[in-house]
């Protein structure tokens, strides 16, 4: 494979990821993620928005000290103090980068009323002060798709000229289609100064469901960096994911004869360890990843696979790091073997996380008759998003339902503190719902409540998912019990979990900032 045709994976989970509604990850989470993306041989990693928050910094200068292969990026608005504060961060870094933007579409330019020269003086002044402190300098003209062409190349030069080493065009609102997105890259290629000197990057949204089209048109085009993020995780309708433009240039490698240099046995294990930190699951349908990907439902498809896998399948399960064969899991299974079935569904786990998820594992098969995979991923979110130090944590619940009404007793534990109280509601999870917001009074308006039955039978787990708001923010809880009631429960203190934990990051970082503050 020649230079030419290697293709860059830069991966934003931690950086545009962790903007979608509700997905905050902890520190914890943001340096695990980081050290499965380097390993997993993502080239870039943009841990995140270091003048954000004093979290957002923490985290980026982590990562950097301790990333092995991967360049470590921040972001940065067009302005000095962000610059500087990204290099602060990432400095450390064995491969560092600073990647710098700023609007250019007439709409973005109106918000901080700058004309065309104005912006221009902008990109060429923080572009230069960027690469006089990193060699390593990208920039991004936010909304590139609904720039003005002529202005788009002008300020493409501009940057270039500066010092930047790679340009990335940014499909913002998911506006585009692959024939433009390919015509966009050759266009700027073929116009602008210097172009051949560099990397053009791509970073394209979800909006109208085409990120990964529009993302390998630009490739083909002769982009030579992908933006994206595990489980196409990001703002609105998400970003093109990493998963999907990997595997579909190793499937079609005749007509995209590129390498990334990823890892792809890793894709299951990432993926599903992204979902239980984002609090985002995986839909059944997801391409790649999804609990159906490589399920088979037609008699005439489970015919044809059994004849012949290739049939129905493009690519096999263990492509990804599923591996094809079964451990019959059930409460005679010890620790060796709950371990290789972790390690074949993506888990890598050390002696004391082995030693709390097999007593969690052992309390389930003795309450199912079969322990599924499914089963054993929702008990590692469940014990991802539920931890001993959280704030809130549940002792005991106990709750009578019926045609006389529905009651609840609860008890919490509250900063170390045991609190019970009894409520009742409308049914039994808003009877559990009113006993929590009596042991923790909040403001925060439940957004979504959704069950979904990890497995099939009336023994079966259920996972609950909860989204809440409180004055902005968003936040997630996930949890999983084969009673149904205890998850709800479970994922509504989970989310208010999230909830002080982003409460005290406000309290400490100060009002949110705007992408266009001077």
Not at 20 to 29: C, F, I, K, Q, R
Not at 422 to 433: E, I, L
């Amino acid at each position: 494979m020649t230079q030419e045709n290697r293709v860059l994976i830069f991966d934003t989970t931690l950086r545009d990821g962790e903007q979608s509604p509700g997905a905050t990850m902890s520190h914890a989470e943001k340096l695990e993620i980081a050290q499965m993306l380097d390993e997993m041989g993502v080239d870039i990693i943009e841990a995140g928005f270091p003048i954000a928050s004093e979290g957002d910094f923490a985290a980026v200068s982590e990562i950097a000290k301790q990333a092995q292969s991967a360049q470590i990026c921040g972001l940065a608005r067009a302005q000095f103090p962000d610059i500087d504060r990204c290099w602060e961060a990432v400095k450390h870094a064995r491969r560092p980068r600073i990647h710098t933007f700023i609007g250019t579409s007439p709409l973005h330019r109106a918000i901080p009323n700058l004309d065309m020269d104005q912006m221009a003086e902008r990109i060429h002044a923080t572009v230069s002060h960027a690469r006089n402190l990193c060699d390593n300098v990208q920039w991004s003209p936010m909304d590139a798709t609904r720039t003005e062409h002529d202005y788009l190349c002008r300020v493409v030069e501009i940057a270039i000229k500066a010092g930047a080493t790679t340009i990335n065009i940014p499909d913002t609102v998911g506006y585009t289609a692959p024939r433009e997105s390919a015509d966009l890259i050759r266009m700027l290629l073929e116009r602008v100064p210097g172009a051949d000197q560099i990397i053009f990057a791509t970073h394209c949204h979800n909006d109208l469901g085409m990120a990964t089209a529009n993302a390998l048109a630009a490739v083909e085009a002769g982009a030579r960096q992908i933006e994206c993020t595990i489980n196409g995780l990001g703002e609105r309708a998400g970003n093109t994911a990493l998963e999907e433009v990997v595997m579909a240039m190793r499937v079609r490698h005749d007509i995209m004869p590129y390498d990334t240099g990823i890892d792809t046995t890793k894709i299951i294990g990432i993926s599903r360890r992204v979902a239980a930190v984002s609090g985002f699951p995986v839909q059944y349908n997801k391409a790649i990843v999804g609990k159906n990907a490589f399920l088979h439902e037609s008699g005439i498809h489970q015919d044809g696979v059994l004849k012949n896998v290739e049939t129905f399948e493009i690519m096999r399960p263990a492509d990804i790091g599923l591996n094809e064969t079964n451990i019959a899991m059930g409460k005679h299974s010890g620790r060796a073997a709950l371990r290789a079935k972790l390690r074949d569904l993506g888990y890598e786990v050390g002696d004391n996380q082995l030693k709390d998820v097999f007593v969690r594992f052992k309390a389930l098969a003795d309450r199912k008759k079969e322990v599924y995979d499914e089963d054993i991923v929702a008990l590692m979110q469940d014990s991802a998003a539920n931890t001993g130090d959280d704030h809130l944590q549940v002792k005991h619940l106990r709750v009578i339902c019926g045609s006389d009404g529905q009651s609840a007793d609860l008890t919490l534990i509250v900063g170390g503190e045991e609190k019970t109280v009894h409520a009742t509601g409308d049914g039994p999870v808003d009877a559990c719902f009113n006993a929590v917001k009596q042991i923790f009074p909040h403001q925060a308006r439940l957004k979504l409540y959704q069950v979904h039955a990890v497995t099939e039978g009336t023994d079966a787990q259920a996972t609950v998912s909860v989204r809440m708001e409180e004055d902005g923010r968003i936040v997630n809880g996930q949890a999983a019990d084969t009673d149904t009631i205890l998850a709800s429960v479970k994922a509504y203190v989970g989310a208010l979990n999230h909830l002080i934990m982003r409460r005290t990051q406000a309290g400490t970082d100060g009002k949110q900032i705007s992408m266009y503050s001077h």
